[in-house]
Every structure is written in C-alpha cells, then in structure tokens.
C-alpha cells in the first residue's frame, strides 16, 4: 500500500509537488531496505518498467516477494545480522556503478535501521550488539542512542547518500515514527546528521558506559574523537544538492484511508490523534472511556460511529507469556469494558502484520469475547499480568493475523459502535 | 455547585422529575457526609427556610461553611477518626427522633464513606484501620473490599435508612464515581447491599486474610456468618419503600458547564468522555497526543479548540516527592509536549479543590513552563520520577489552588489551543 500516489505519464514521473523526467538520467537504479521494501520496489519495478536498471533491497525474513529486476535480500530484524551485512555491502557495491548522470530511488521504510548497516572495519557484529544492548538499558533517550549509533555505523547519518553520490537520490520514505522525524526512519541513512564523535562520546561518558563498552568500540571512537576517522555528514554537504527526500506515506494517511472505509460502509468517524504513544494498557483505559461514552451518551462521536487512533504505544514486560502491544492493548480494553452488554468492537493492529514476536498484526474485542472467556474459565486478568494476550485472544477469537502486509506506518486502532 | 436545579414553589419542591409536598410532613431534616456536604445543606437551608426543623452533616477537615441550622462538623478523611464517629453517632441520634411523618434529606458525597461510620461493639477503630489496609494491598478490587467494609459497619450498606426509617427519606448524592455506582457512593448508606457475611468472608479466604485478621474482626464476622447479627439491607426490605435516591450532580454535568463557558470565550469544544481511567502519567501521553493533532491537524477539533474530559487518574507510587494525580498528569503532560513550540495549556484538576496531600487543586502547563523549567535548571523527568510534581509546578507556576470548591464530581481536565 503506497498511500501517496506516484504517477507517470510519458517520461514524467510526479509524487506530490514534485517530479522527474526520466529521460535526462542514464541508468536508474532502485535501493531500498525495511519491512515494506519489497512491496515499494515491486511497485516502482510496475511504474518504471524498462526504464529501471537494476535494484537491489533488504527486507526482514518473510517480507521477501518476488520482483522482476529488482533484487529482494532477507535478512535479521531487529537483531542485524551477517546476511543484513552482506546484502548492505552489495547494496553500495551496487550504487558505485552510479555516475553523476544516474538517478537512485532509495526506499526506506521502518526496520530499515537494522537492515542496512556497514561496520567499521574491526567492530564486529557481536561488538555492535552489545553497545547497543547497553545503550538501550541505560535510560539514554532515541537521539542520545542514535548519535553514538550513527557513529559506529558506515552507512547511517547520511552516509549512504555519500555512496550514491554522484547521482542523483531520490528517497521514498514510508514513515513507522511519530511526526515523521526523518533522521529516525532507518536512522537517516540519506539524512544530514547534527551529532558528532564528540557527541557520541559525551552520550557514553553520561550514562558511564566508556570503561564497559567493547575494546573496539572504544578504540574506533577514540580515533573518530581525534578526527582520524571521516564525521557522518553534516547538513551543509554537498552531497545533498542532489538528494531530495519524500514521504509517501505514514500513519496519518494511513488514518484517512481507514476514515473513508468507515464512512463509505454509514459510519460516523472521528479520528483522535496520529500520535498515540504511552503504555498499552494504560491506552487502553483511555480508548474504553471513550467508547463507553460513545456508547451512553453518543459523544464525542454520533453512533454509528467508529473512532479512529493511529500511533505506537509500548509495553513494559513483567509476565513470561506471548503478546504484542496490540494484542495487550485489546486485552487490557476487554477487561475495562466487561460491564458493557451493548455491541461494539475494539480492534488494534500494527500496519506491518506484524505485532510483537507473534504471527498475528494485533487483535480486536468485543461483548462474545468476553462471554467466551468465561465459558472457558479464562481469567483475562491473569493473561494480562503475564504479558499473554495472544494465548488468550487465541481462545476467544480475538486475534487478527495477516501476514506482512507491505507496509510498515506505526499501528491502528479503531472502535465500532453500532 | 449544585448541578441539578433544586426548585422551590410555595411548598413545593421539585428536583428534576420528582417533587415533594413540604406541607404533608411534619418536621423536615437535614443530614449528611461527604466533602460537599457543607455546601449542600446550605443550600437546602437556602431553599427550606424556617421549614428545615433540624440537621447535621460531617465534612473533612478545612471543608466547613458557617450554616444557620444545620450544625456541620469536621472529622478525619480519608482516614476516619473519633471526630467522624462521633459525629455519625450524633446523626443517629437526631434521626431517631425522625418519625413516620417526617422527611429527612440526606446528603451525600465523596468522602462520605470515611465521615461516616459506626463501628459494631468490640471493634475499635484500630482494628477497622488495620483490616482496611489489608484489604487495600491484598488484591481485591473495590466490590470484594466494599463487601467486607459494609459487613464491619452499622451504617453502610443501607444500614442508615434503616435508621431514618419510618421517616421518609430523600437522598440528594454528588456523584465522585465513574457510572454514578449508587452502592460505591459513600458506601451507599442508603442504597440495598447484594453482599452477605457470606461473600465477606469469601474475599477474606479468598486473598487469605482470615488468620491475619484482628481478634475482634474475625469474632464478629464468625458472629454474622452464624446468623447473629442483622445482615446489611437486602433490595426487597420494606425500609426502601420509603426512599428515594437522586444524583444532583457528576462529572458529566461539570464538563457542559465547563464546556458551555468554553463556548462563550469563543471556543470549538469537544468532550471525548467523562469517564477517564488509568494511571495519570499514561493518560498524559494520550492527551498530549491528541492536543498535538489539534495543534498540527485541526483534528479531532479545529483550532481555537477547547477538549475536555473528566474522570478520575490513578498514581503509582514509587518515589518520594508530593503530588496528586492531576499535577503527576500535567508535569507527565509537559514532557510530551517539550517540542512543542506553539501556544497550548492543559489544566487538570480535582473538582473538590483537593489533588492528593497538597494544598493544590491540581495543575496547568504551557509552553512558558518548560522555558522556566529550563531556566531554573529543573529536570522535569526526575521530579516525575520522584512523584515531586508539586515541587516542579510550584517553581515554575504551575499549581492551581482553589481552596474547597464545596463540590466533588472527580476531576476536570481541559486543553486548550488558541
């Protein structure tokens, strides 16, 4: 699903304001890496048809679909991998072969971080993993981790456009963040970076993680400290006359098309907010005390009426079960809306098919999942306490499975009332 | 505040659909408890004049009003004390001299579980503390602890109609309850009790707390079980026939007016529910994730926008600092909002002038907050940690005070954008 649409007529190739004719380049070239990759390549394999040179993206296991000229890699997500590793250094063996009369559509989507990644000579997957697991358990907030992670990275904080150049880079970028911060998606491997060594190591001196970190890791930033190692870009590079970037689509779009759905099958629909962020089962009391309202009094919304929320809220793990922050959410939502008798369903789903370490996108609740809980002596609070959402959606018939569904903009959420 | 017009016509009394002769009874009372109750039997002195023959009604400390008639007294909340069983003993008595031909209004708030209570014989008022406070870290949730409370009591559960009876009995409740619950309200002293010594005693067994118990606690619920003493009011007791309940106000009534006055300053309002639950630094993230689309979208609300929501917040307490739900909700509020440049204020706030053990009614954020936050040095981030959200908002002007309002319909919380 490409939310913006891209058009060509002749040779002209139009997305949103802007557009390209394609018979000033010589060779056009497709890159890519995320969950969504596959998909976006296929779709621009359809719209460029001949005029597309080669391809190369890197998508996470099972996001793999077939494409014509266009070649898909699967690799490791979230954990980066050797075969992630590998695929990136072909992906910049591939853009070498780009002259400055070459035209390179780069598609990135959310995953795309752990997917394109080249180390530093003499840092070693195991050295990357372990900063970051420090990184990450250390309390540092997503800039603080991303400008030491860009720093121990050869393709991200832009460096990946440096690659490209001298051709010419056109990003597609499907965005997974909230507000669309474009130095998050994938890291900003085409993004101008505003960190520097200096940064990164006043990051790790911070969080006292200089005498834990990998002796590589240490010795590569030092270096990079004492300017023997080349900076990521910054936003005054050269490099980046020749790079535009465009976001096709993201959960806002994501929202609208969802809205028309509603509204086409009689609903009333009201969308709260793109942006929502915060513990799931938390969420969830807010998004029940909505609807419940909704359901007495018809406010904020008309019945029939669906409400729309779009975003990526988290889950903090105590319990030993299976579940995603989806599937958590709708548990935690059915257990605040066991005392409704009324119809109305709830539904939660990460727009990738993918929510948590779970085959399923996320799962969805209403008045008979209750009822068949209790016929089956299922004590929806236990579930929750232990994380298990999918054990217990499984029972009742709340969870919702897709597949990759390739796209990747954050999580839905939507409640019906009839 | 009283929300639901009281009207008076020559004898007539009329309060929504019901009204009532003054001239068919003989001697008119007034009792009551909760944090409004001060308030309330003012107003009812206002509206009967030289018809009210007697009344009394027990209020937290700091929450009297001089009344003419109606004598008011202070006592402990939330934790009862002697004061407050004194006062309830006293309130018996008065309406022990009510007879078949008298109406006794009654008036009840928030609060008035603690401020009102007679303990059986034998049990102190240190075996009632201790029972409720393993009631309150056992587990069980509020209709489990109710069942106990109403059978270690004289009052609850109904226990005080039967004390009005034979007078008739008017019961006029400021709802501080999600739902307007009847038998949550104050303990429901008016309202019939499903549970048994039966039930009361399951939950003790349940969350094993029986051999934990007070000596004298264990004895007299043995001695209910045995069938020795009067169970609370079952619904079929003829004692109802003469009572009738109505809500006066809640916090659905609190949020049109709040949203009427919005409207005259010129305000698009829009309130997404009166019944908010969770725990208030999640809540905060949602609010703030909705303000921020209004802020960027127009939506759900087009700017000038007013949102507004009521309910009741939970803390989970794990630092030191002082605070209440609604200043722990704003500071959480303020994080989410520090990228936001543009004007905004949220307010959130106890309706009864109180948010937890501080002075305050709650709190208020806007941009010029963070910038004073920033200038003074202050991490907003550990003073939430800390649960110090007093602390933070009182440097940096963000605590609201009202002092006691003389109502309590849960909390208000309010965004608005210019």
Not at 10 to 31: A, E, F, P
Not at 157 to 172: D, E, K, M, T, W
Not at 256 to 281: D, K, P, W, Y
């Amino acid at each position: 699903m490409i939310q913006r649409k891209i058009l060509r007529k002749n040779d002209i190739i139009k997305i949103g304001g802007s557009s390209w004719d394609l018979d000033k380049y010589r060779h056009i070239y497709v890159i890519g890496a995320g969950k969504a990759a596959a998909y976006l390549a296929r779709e621009m394999e359809n719209i460029l048809g001949d005029r597309l040179f080669y391809g190369q993206v890197t998508v996470k296991y099972g996001h793999a679909i077939p494409c014509r000229r266009v070649r898909v890699v699967e690799a490791g997500h979230p954990l980066l991998d050797e075969n992630g590793l590998e695929a990136t250094a072909q992906i910049l063996q591939l853009v070498k072969t780009a002259g400055s009369q070459d035209l390179v559509f780069c598609l990135l989507s959310g995953g795309g971080s752990a997917l394109l990644e080249k180390l530093p000579e003499g840092i070693s997957l195991t050295d990357l993993r372990k900063t970051n697991h420090m990184l990450l358990s250390c309390g540092a907030d997503i800039t603080e981790m991303n400008s030491v992670r860009k720093h121990l990275s050869l393709v991200k904080g832009g460096q990946l456009a440096r690659a490209i150049a001298p051709a010419s880079c056109v990003n597609l970028i499907l965005s997974d963040v909230i507000g669309d911060t474009l130095d998050s998606i994938a890291s900003g491997p085409t993004v101008a970076d505003l960190s520097t060594f200096e940064t990164a190591w006043q990051v790790l001196e911070k969080y006292q993680l200089v005498e834990k970190l990998p002796a590589a890791v240490q010795l590569y930033l030092q270096q990079g400290l004492r300017g023997k190692i080349p900076e990521t870009l910054k936003p005054a590079d050269p490099v980046f006359e020749k790079v535009q970037i465009i976001i096709i689509g993201n959960n806002w779009e994501a929202l609208e098309v969802a809205q028309a759905t509603a509204r086409a099958c009689g609903f009333n629909t009201l969308i709260l907010t793109s942006r929502l962020q915060g513990e799931a089962r938390e969420v969830a009391k807010v998004l029940a005390a909505v609807v419940k309202e909704i359901i007495l009094n018809n406010i904020p919304l008309l019945r029939p009426a669906c409400l729309l929320l779009g975003g990526e809220t988290t889950v903090t793990l105590s319990g030993s079960g299976k579940g995603g922050r989806n599937q958590e959410l709708v548990l935690a939502a059915l257990l605040a809306m066991q005392d409704v008798q009324s119809d109305y369903l709830i539904m939660s789903c990460g727009t990738d098919g993918t929510d948590g370490p779970t085959d399923a996108a996320g799962g969805m609740i209403f008045p008979e999942i209750w009822t068949s809980a209790q016929q089956k002596n299922l004590n929806a609070r236990a579930f929750l306490q232990n994380n298990d959402a999918y054990h217990f959606l499984e029972q009742t018939g709340g969870l919702i499975k897709t597949g990759p569904t390739g796209t990747n903009v954050m999580d839905i959420l939507l409640a019906l009332v009839p």
